[in-house]
């Protein structure tokens, strides 16, 4: 019951302590501005507005401000025409939704007009100016919660994007080095399903290092860091791009293992210098993703000769083996191209 109110992990106090120091600075330049006595519009607007990323806390201020406006609008027209009765306060509500899913606003927006537009119409007859100071309210808190993400210490998202980049290449080099010892030794059909599982564990891991490189971009825009910290997010965003294609190259050799593989495989003379071929690529696989780590058992890294760098002798395989070798090698071609770039 509590993992439904609880989250896994807490908000980094910098981003509590920013939030509330905007809602009470939205609150005192409020009561300074307006004449009202309890801006808590303001204070809400902050509240809502203030996130992790600069980007994401100007589409929520730009979100409230469109759905407030809005509401006061409606609000405002259907009283002029209707007045303001209990039942044009149901019928406002009822519009206002309408409008925001005829518009396609996102759901902040949409959510944001029936509820202005119902505190207009509830409040606004007995409250001269009341549609008026909200929208300003709302204005001022939207305009400090941006100013107090852009003023203090707004994030870069780098460390998630290298850490999930990295994480990809090291598990694909991991398992071309596994491909590698499954063509060197007997196989157990239990073995085999198992090598093609963790292949296949890949993707997920695709897909976390797109999310973590995508929130590193969009963590950059409008930051005032975009010039020193640009730079290392495209890195990896270009690292990326050269892992991506990998990762259906290595799934598509260890499915092929899986589906050809015969015990007498490994007496085949090519397929030992197909694996030493593999190992050679993760070694330079490693040195590409994490430059400065030894390949696992290395006390330093050496100079090596690139993987394919001189033409393996392909010796005539056994007639239900030479399809299983012929795309072995011309996937390892291929890996190789990716991971030199060229």
């Given amino acids: ?42 204070a809400i607007a ?41 039942w044009i306060i149901l019928i406002t509500i009822v519009v206002a939704i309408f409008i925001g899913w005829a518009l396609r606003l996102t759901p902040a927006s949409a959510n944001q007009i029936p509820i202005t537009a119902m505190l207009v119409l509830a409040l606004g007859t007995t409250t001269p100016g009341y549609a008026v100071e909200r929208s300003i309210e709302t204005l001022i808190g939207a305009v400090i919660g941006f100013i107090v993400t852009i003023s203090i210490a707004p994030p870069v998202l780098l460390a998630p994007a290298q850490e999930s980049v990295s994480a990809l290449g090291t598990e694909l080099a991991a398992t071309i080095d596994r491909l ?46 975009r010039s020193r910290l640009g730079g290392a997010v495209e890195a990896e965003a270009t690292l990326l791009a050269r892992l991506s294609p990998l990762v259906n190259r290595v799934i598509g050799m260890t499915r092929a293992l899986r589906d ?5 495989l490994s007496e085949e003379p090519t397929v030992h210098a197909i694996a030493a071929e593999l190992k050679r690529a993760a070694h330079d696989l490693r040195l590409l993703t994490e430059p400065d780590a030894a390949a696992p058992g290395e006390a330093e890294v050496r100079p090596e000769p690139p993987a394919l760098t001189a033409p393996l002798v392909i010796a005539t395989p056994h007639p239900e083996h030479w399809i299983l070798i012929g795309s072995l090698m011309e996937d390892l071609r291929r890996v190789r191209e990716e991971i030199v770039g060229d």
């Fill in 46 to 86: 902050a509240l809502l507005v203030v996130q992790p990323s600069v980007n994401q806390t100007l589409g929520r201020a730009i979100e409230r401000t469109v759905g407030v406006i809005a509401g006061v609008i409606v609000a405002t027209v259907i009283a002029q025409l209707f007045g303001s009765a209990e």
């Fill in 260 to 264: 050809h593989y015969d015990d007498s």
């Fill in 180 to 225: 590698a010892d499954a063509l060197e030794a007997p196989m157990r059909p239990a073995q085999l399903e198992e090598l093609l599982l963790n292949a296949r564990l890949l993707r997920p891991m695709q897909a976390k290092a797109n999310e973590a490189v995508k929130e590193g971009r969009e963590s950059l825009a409008f930051n005032p860091r």
């Fill in 1 to 42: 019951m509590t993992s439904r109110i609880q989250s896994s992990s807490r908000v980094p106090l910098l981003q509590v302590t920013k939030v509330a120091f905007a809602s009470v600075l939205a609150w005192i330049v409020a009561q300074l501005l307006l004449p009202t006595e309890l801006p808590i519009f303001a």
